[in-house]
């Protein structure tokens, strides 16, 4: 009989269970509600083979599993999120040693869980992510200073100048970035701004300058998506993608779970 | 539980045949970096005002030099500017280009 | 309700896009370089060494 824990997808209010019939969790094990109070825990059971604490510390680190894991917990949270309005998606790997742990934890942090699906009630979360466009062409080059100076003194003239036209050009568009974000807000009922990503993983050959996530109420999803189409006629220096509807991922955060 | 960070270690896959290739991306992007934050100290020092004018001179035909040396380095095994970019996460991508 | 089934996402998400809301602090690069022949690891450079040390001695 090998150690089993209890790995806990998303906690949501009304999932009705016949809604997740055959939903296959970690290991391909079926996925289970438990209830508490108001609060339904959507859960699966798990070998602590793979998923305790020493197991998991070496598997993280594992992209092949890193990636299986999360996308079937995304696929499960996914499932739930169709299944009613109000869900709080949790984090990759959140275990306890069993349903009754997972029970008592639930009653322990009653009231933010409330909060959280207040919150998220009706809403969707929308990814924006802003890069800066490739310039059209060289910017101005720096020229080199009057007769008198060494051809030393020229270089360094001229290298200060670069450093400084492209440092004010960063900031620029990290600016407009930012005045961007906050014509977005209007039509949101919650925002986040999370790290931009590093262009290695986002595969881009523009530095992003803005990753947010917006959570919009899915009645006001197409004035929304009007705003962001409106930002972009308007920054023409930057480019826009906006991806959704997620699970409310970013707006399900708790201090601790 | 601990949130995990992931550290993404970039790993320079060689065979036989692209050794030499590779290495010398990696020792030129090094290389790269350290002429980037020589050139910024540089320009910081001569800020600082205590490098009289001979030095500040000999100081930017040092430079000047390292640059063209650099270039033709890259130009001899065919890398672009964009081949030696680093990304350092906070210290952010130092490449000027 | 229906409105999130009719716009419900088609494709998978990026993996990175998925991480960053997966994990606690999202995905970071470290910014080591691991040089390998033949899957051997044979130099492990850490960058973030170089760069300190560089600044320390000036």
């Known amino acids: ?257 | 539980m601990t949130d995990p960070i992931l550290p993404f270690a970039e790993r320079i896959e060689t065979n036989a045949d692209s050794i030499e290739r590779d290495l010398v991306k990696l020792v030129l992007t090094i290389v790269e970096l350290v002429r980037q934050l020589m050139e910024r100290q540089a320009l910081r020092r001569i800020d600082e005002g205590d490098l009289g004018d001979e030095q500040v001179e000999n100081l930017g035909l040092g430079l000047m030099r390292l640059e063209q040396a650099m270039t033709s380095l890259r130009e001899q095994f065919d890398l672009t500017p964009a081949d030696l970019n680093i990304d350092l996460g906070p210290l952010g991508s130092l490449l000027s280009n | ?58």
Do not use: C
């Open chain 3, 1 to 58: 309700m229906t409105l999130t089934q009719s716009t419900e996402l088609s494709t998978e998400p990026s993996l990175v896009d998925l991480l960053d809301r997966l994990l606690g602090k999202g995905v970071v690069i470290s910014g080591d370089v691991v040089i390998s022949l033949a899957d051997v690891d044979l130099v492990r450079i850490q960058l973030s060494a170089v760069i300190q040390s560089i600044r320390s001695s000036s």
């Open chain 1, 1 to 257: 009989m090998t150690d089993t824990g209890t790995y806990v997808y998303a906690v949501g209010r009304n999932i009705p269970a016949d809604r997740l019939a055959g939903v296959e969790g970690m290991s391909d094990t079926p996925v289970r509600t438990i209830a508490h109070r108001d609060l339904i825990a959507v859960v699966s059971t798990v070998d602590l083979a793979e998923f305790g604490e020493a197991a998991l510390r070496e598997n993280l680190e594992d992209i092949h599993w890193l990636e299986t894991t999360a996308r079937r917990h995304h696929a499960v949270v996914r499932r739930v999120n169709e299944s009613t309005t109000a869900i709080a998606p949790f984090r990759l790997v959140t275990i306890y040693r069993s349903d009754d742990a997972a029970r008592d934890r639930m009653e322990e942090l009653y009231d933010e869980l409330a909060v959280v699906l207040d919150r998220v009630d009706g809403r969707g979360e929308w990814s924006v992510k802003v890069y800066q466009r490739a310039p059209d062409g060289p910017g101005p080059k720096a020229t080199t200073s009057a007769g008198g100076a060494g051809a030393g003194v020229a270089y360094l003239e001229r290298r200060r100048a670069e450093l400084r036209e492209r440092e004010a050009a960063v900031a620029h568009q990290e600016l407009l970035s930012d005045e961007l974000f906050w014509d977005l807000v209007p039509g949101a009922a919650a925002t986040r701004r999370l790290v931009t990503q590093d262009q290695r993983l986002s595969g881009r050959s523009e530095p992003m300058t803005l990753n947010a996530a917006f959570l919009v109420d899915q009645g006001r999803t197409t004035e929304f998506l009007r705003l962001v189409d409106d930002a972009r006629s308007k920054y023409t220096s930057l480019a826009i993608e906006v991806d959704g509807p997620w699970p409310p991922y970013s707006f399900a955060v708790l201090d601790q779970t």
